[in-house]
């Protein structure tokens, strides 16, 4: 398996991963946005610390110039950040279908990396899968879009560049190592304390809050934003990309399994544009596995022609 493989299916965990993100929040409806963000990635920053007694010089990674600190302190706490002012703004349906334009701006601005091309398919791919979210987002009551929530709109687009461009951005330090992400995550947490402490009231979890928050820590916080670097530094980017849309339909598949929600003929919709997607903009990697498996064949069979003493049919 060569390493850009394995980096790619690094990243599609952090995919994965945040499908459960619904469900686990929903058991924490009662904490205040910017506390749940502030507990969560303090579990985020302890769980990817753990480690450094055991690896001398992981610590190091932390040494990083100021743009690196300012793209992986923007990203993670950007984002949040200016999601929640969103949803104060403007209806959670609407908002959120324009944040998630986020994976089809990672495609297109792809092209800008260094040793990437961006080709028909690839922008094609992205383009379904955002039909297939829009499906289900109009499913969900995204009905239309009023004048009068405009500000709560564009700050919901300026999220999707916001993580768009900091997955972009970071193929560009692709040579800090991940450990750095731990430094970001510990940024994340004292502002969003700061936040909580300017914007909300405090509410003290029970048991059940504690352990949602403990899960979201470890998977769709944590371990799903180290999964993410290593993705986007170093694995197929666009794939990643068009495969971010599944995210919304596994997490309402997963609200079906557990009987949050109920099966929508708009969620068989969105399965399919979005698994369509997905494979259109695979298309690179599917063309070369069949080479050599391709090429395998035809040297077998030469070689059986010519143990026959035949020649090989051209």
């Known amino acids: 398996m060569s390493s850009k493989l394995l ?4 990243g599609l965990i952090a995919i994965l991963l945040w499908a459960v993100l619904a469900l686990t929040t929903a058991l924490t409806y009662r904490i205040p946005a910017f506390e749940l963000l502030g507990l969560t990635f303090a579990v985020a920053t302890a769980m990817g610390a753990a480690s450094w007694p055991f690896r ?3 610590a190091a990674a932390l040494r990083q110039p100021p743009a690196v600190w300012a793209l992986g302190v923007g990203g993670l706490f950007g984002y949040h950040a200016v999601y929640f002012a969103a949803l104060k703004r403007a209806p959670p349906a609407e908002a959120s279908l324009i944040a998630y334009l986020w994976p089809l701006l990672i495609v297109l601005f792809s092209a800008m990396l260094p040793g990437e091309r961006l080709r028909w398919y690839h922008v094609a791919g992205a383009a379904l899968g955002f039909a297939g979210v829009l499906a289900l987002g109009l499913a969900k009551g995204a009905a239309g879009f009023d004048a009068a929530h405009a500000p709560g709109y564009a700050l919901a687009l300026a999220c999707a560049f916001i993580w768009s461009g ?3 951005l970071s193929r560009r330090f692709k040579a800090v190592p991940t450990d750095a992400v731990v430094g970001f995550c510990g940024v994340t947490c004292v502002l969003a304390f700061a936040c909580h402490l300017l914007l909300e ?3 003290w979890p029970d048991g059940t809050e504690w352990l949602a928050i403990l899960g979201l820590g470890l998977g769709p916080v944590g371990l799903a934003f180290y999964a993410w670097d290593r993705g986007v530094k170093h694995g197929d980017i666009r794939l ?3 495969a971010s849309y599944a995210t919304p339909v596994l997490s309402t598949l997963i609200l079906v399994a557990v009987g949050f929600a109920a099966p929508t003929l708009a ?4 399965v399919l544009l979005i698994v369509g997607g997905a494979l259109l903009a695979s298309r690179d990697q599917i063309l070369a596995a069949r080479k050599p498996a391709e090429t395998a064949l035809d040297a077998g069979g030469s070689g059986r022609a010519d143990q026959l003493g035949e020649r090989p049919i051209p």
Do not use: K, N, Q
Not at 7 to 10: C, E, R
Not at 267 to 270: F, S, T
């Open 201 to 203: 009231e405090t509410v």
């Open 56 to 58: 001398p010089g992981a």
């Open 267 to 270: 969620l068989g919709l969105a």
């Open 7 to 10: 980096a790619t299916l690094t």
């Open 166 to 168: 900091y997955s972009v």
């Open 240 to 242: 990643l990309g068009v």
